[in-house]
């Protein structure tokens, strides 16, 4: 029989390399054929998981999903007729969500239009113009350098994208759920739409497909949801599609982001700063003995934005190995397998099962219920004011005002003065009536 230890190494193993082997080439964004892809990809390895899509145009919030974007070709040709820079050879030489074009230009208009890293020399960046219509190529600085020594002022380059921008076409997420005895659900995000980078895109999706793999195993005792969105307006899109769902049954969770190089942990706090999922998150880290950097929410980023925001106030914490923007290879082709190891990825996946396997034990009430209730609908309350009965009336409705969900049976005894074991009767009445959900 093997060890935890080495199951958790193997589910890990092998996840890695089927998304290395089959993900990290596709061109993704935040809509198009790379993204519904790589979620056709998952899908493949858990026939439970839903691939949704929502039509370009829809209206999310503040916010309208974009046309769908899919490229076939494009490439700058020089004067001699040779291919100098090609998307075929690696897709982050386009700006993505770059518009369709066939221009012919002069050295020095052309290189407007490349991007590159003086800071970094060898290393293409990434880079996007999602919702304002333009175009670009990106290159590593030196490859740059050798355009502006090798070619003449007057030369002239043919540059093509064959691209499309579909109005009718639509935005692609995933979900799956692995339900548990109570309705009560722990969420867990990550994004899928940044093309050729492994740390900060296709880490949090193999750490996610490997906790499934962990958890549909076990009987749990609250539910968990899974997604797998693009980033921004892929969580705007799922919170828009979900508000009430999300108000009822969901009490936090964490987002899965940069979650497998192997040179520090860290962790984006959600609004509350000290709600449970960042408490446990801490204990965790202590409890394994690792070094970890905890980072304010003003130092936010990635989808925990969305998920803290007002009218949402989920306690969200984005958990990392090395945070988005601290590392050097952050958003551009240095940022691969070799960043990436199974070592990393096992110490995120590891911090991460714990931390859900503490929260799955917990018993954190969540009303049911807007505004204080009717007692005596429920027999709770007798209609002859009694000291005793108004007494214990007081300690159901206290227990109630702090069952937000975001509170333990716990915290909220010591909040009430009201001891434990009270407490726990008290939440199995509620919870009997159909008051809470726990």
């Known amino acids: 029989m093997k060890s935890k230890k080495n199951l958790d190494r193997e589910i890990i193993s092998r996840h890695k390399l089927y998304v290395e082997k089959k993900m990290f080439q596709l061109c993704r964004s935040i809509t198009g054929k790379g993204i519904e892809k790589s979620l056709s990809l998952i899908k493949k390895k858990n026939k439970n998981f839903k691939i949704k899509k929502v039509k370009s145009g829809t209206k999310v919030f503040d916010w309208k999903i974009p046309p769908e974007w899919n490229i076939k070709k494009a490439y700058i040709i020089d004067k001699n007729n040779k291919k100098i820079i090609d998307f075929e050879k690696n897709n982050l030489h386009i700006v993505n969500y770059s518009k369709p074009i066939k221009i012919v230009l002069k050295k020095d208009d052309l290189l407007k239009k490349i991007y590159s890293l003086p800071n970094q020399p060898d290393a293409i960046p990434y880079v996007t113009s999602y919702y304002k219509k333009d175009w670009g190529f990106c290159c590593t600085h030196k490859f ?96 828009s599609k979900n508000l009430n769902h999300i108000k009822d049954k969901i009490i936090g969770g964490y987002n899965l982001s940069c979650i497998g190089d192997n040179k520090s942990h860290s962790f984006v706090e959600s609004k509350l700063k000290d709600s449970i999922f960042d408490k446990i998150l801490v204990k965790n880290y202590k409890k394994q003995k690792i070094k970890f950097k905890r980072y304010s929410f003003l130092k936010r980023g990635s989808d925990e934005r969305q998920f803290n925001s007002p009218g949402i106030d989920l306690p969200f914490v984005t958990v990392c190995r090395t945070k988005f923007g601290e590392y050097k290879e952050y958003h551009t082709s240095l940022d691969n397998f070799n960043l990436v190891n199974e070592e990393g990825l096992l110490g995120g996946f590891k911090i991460v099962k714990s931390s859900i396997e503490d929260i799955l034990k917990l018993k954190i009430p969540k009303s049911k219920i807007t505004c204080e209730p009717h007692l005596s609908k429920y027999k709770l309350y007798n209609s002859i004011n009694i000291k005793v009965q108004k007494n214990r009336s007081m300690n159901l409705l206290n227990f109630l005002q702090y069952s937000d969900g975001k509170k333990t049976i716990e915290e909220i005894s010591k909040i009430i003065n009201l001891n434990f074991k009270e407490c726990e009767k008290i939440a199995s009445i509620l919870k009997k009536n159909k008051l809470i959900l726990i």
């Open 144 to 239: 740059k350098k050798k355009i502006i020594e090798q070619y003449k002022k007057k030369d002239l380059f043919k540059v093509e994208i064959i691209s499309s921008h579909n109005t009718k076409g639509y935005l692609n997420y995933g979900e799956i759920c692995l339900p548990g005895k109570s309705e009560q659900e722990i969420l867990i995000s990550t994004y899928l739409c940044h093309p050729s980078m492994a740390n900060n895109e296709l880490s949090g999706p193999i750490v996610s497909m490997s906790l499934i793999d962990h958890f549909s195993k076990k009987n749990l005792e609250k539910t968990l949801r899974f997604i797998f969105i693009p980033e921004t307006i892929g969580s705007i899109t799922w919170i």
